[in-house]
């Protein structure tokens, strides 16, 4: 089992949550996160003054799947995340050592 977390612009969630359930992932949390990369944040202009806008507003895709679809799960959320501008975000993979149900009690791939 594998976890898959993606950091990715908010407008696009709507079209990766599309491409994931038609590979079959049956449940994924989403949260709304600020941070910074690369891009170090961005400058607005606000009623005529200039001001610095330290951390960015993404979205985070957390994902316990097996992992026999995390290939499909990463090629899902590359193409649909794509802008090709900076600040599309980041995917990360970490192992799952136990999942447990906790209304049923089952554990390990029964419990995704």
Known sequence: MKKIEAII?????????????????KGMTITEVKGFGRQRGHKEVYRGAEYQVDFVAKIK???AADAAMVPDIIKIIQQEAHTGEIGDGKIFVTPIEEA????????GKEAL
Request: no cysteine; aromatic share 4%.
């Open 100 to 107: 447990i149900r906790i209304r049923t009690g089952e554990s």
């Open 9 to 25: 612009k908010p407008y696009k969630l709507d079209e990766v949550k599309k491409g994931l359930s038609q590979v079959g992932v």
């Open 61 to 63: 895709v957390e994902i």
